[in-house]
């Protein structure tokens, strides 16, 4: 499965941006999503991720009042809604997928290239 992010850019405390992922190749059945995050001069850490038929939702404690992750199976597709975002929230977020979402949180098997979201204060 190949993942291709997009949707960030600049925007200013307080907005809301929507990150895409699209999946090519199919998503395998069981096949979760998810997303993490990498700030300038900090490791990558986890986001969110969701099951293959979206029952099941993950999120890293400190976003799960601000982000939604979702999916769409009929256009391969996964979303991160963020809102109320913060200056501390600037980073390049990925794309990533597993076998369940503990996979994708511990071990993914796949990832996409960033697309880099900007808060200014």
């Known amino acids: 499965v190949q993942l291709q992010a997009s949707g960030g850019g600049l925007v200013q405390a307080g907005g809301s941006l929507r990150l895409s992922c699209a999946a090519s190749?199919?998503?395998?059945?069981?096949?979760?999503l998810g997303w993490f995050r990498q700030a300038p001069g900090k490791e990558r850490e986890f986001v969110a991720a969701?099951?293959?038929?979206?029952?099941?939702?993950f999120y890293a404690d400190s976003m799960k009042s601000r982000f939604t992750i979702s999916r769409d199976n009929a256009k391969n597709t996964v979303y991160l809604q963020m809102n109320n975002l913060k200056p501390e929230d600037t980073a390049v977020y990925y794309c990533?997928?597993?076998?369940?979402?503990?996979?994708?949180?511990?071990?993914?098997?796949?990832w996409g290239q960033g697309t880099l979201v900007t808060v200014s204060s």
């Open positions: 969701i099951s293959w038929n979206g029952a099941s939702t």
């Open positions: 990533a997928g597993g076998l369940s979402t503990a996979g994708v949180r511990q071990t993914p098997r796949s």
């Open positions: 190749g199919g998503i395998a059945s069981g096949y979760a």
